[in-house]
C-alpha cells in the first residue's frame, strides 16, 4: 500500500511521544480520547470499565508510539484498532455470557476536534470508504459496524441472527477485497 500522503496532524505527536514527550501524550489524548472512550462504551457497556480500558489504552499508545507506521494506517485508524482490541480482551476475560446489547444513546463531547472529523479529513478515509463502497451492501455493512462501530464479531452474529462462522467470513473475504482495492 503507498504511504499516506494526506497531512495527519495526530502522525506529528507520535514520534514525540516515542521520544517520552508528555505533552504530546497529553494533545493525543485530547484530541482523541472521547472517540476512543466511545470505542470502548460500546464494546463493554459499562462506564467504569471503558474508563479503565481507556487508560490502559493510552498506557499502551505510550510504550509503542515507535511501533506506529503511517505508511499502513492513519494515527486514529491505529489507536482506535488499539481500544477496540483491549476492549475485545476485556469483554472476553468476562467469560462467554457477558457479552452486552449496545449501547445507542450515548452522546460523550468534549471540546477536541472530533475524532471523526480528522479521520474523515484524511486521504486515506476517502481511499477506503471508496472501496467499501465497492463491496456488497451486507459485507460492507458488517464490517462498518465491526471496526467502526466496535461491535464484536459475536455480538455482530447474534444481532444478525447469523452463525458466527458465517459472519466471520464475510469480514474476512471483504477485508481480503478491500486490501485489493487499496494496493490498486
Sequence with gaps: MPA?????????????????????LQQLYEASS?????????????REESE?????????IW??????????????????????????????????????DQIDE??????????EALLEASQDSAALNHCLSELDERTAGVIRTAFY??????AL???LDTPLGTV????RRGLLKLKGCLER
Excluded at 4 to 24: M, Y
Excluded at 52 to 60: A, C, G, K, S
Design 168 to 171: 466471520k467470513s464475510w469480514i
Design 52 to 60: 479503565d480500558v481507556l487508560q490502559e489504552v493510552y498506557l499502551t
Design 4 to 24: 499516506i500522503s494526506a497531512h495527519d496532524p495526530l502522525a506529528e505527536l507520535l514520534p514525540r511521544i516515542a521520544s517520552g514527550d508528555r505533552d504530546a
Design 157 to 159: 452474529a447474534k444481532r
Design 63 to 100: 510504550r509503542r508510539a515507535d511501533r506506529f507506521d503511517a505508511g499502513r494506517a492513519s494515527v486514529m485508524t491505529w489507536i482506535s484498532t488499539i481500544a477496540r482490541n483491549r476492549a475485545i480482551d476485556r469483554l472476553r476475560a468476562r467469560g462467554p455470557l457477558a457479552y452486552a
Design 149 to 154: 462501530e466496535g461491535v464484536t464479531y459475536e
Design 106 to 115: 450515548i452522546e460523550i463531547e468534549d471540546g477536541a476536534p472530533r475524532a
Design 34 to 46: 472521547a472517540k476512543l472512550f466511545g470505542v470502548c462504551l460500546r464494546i463493554l457497556s459499562d
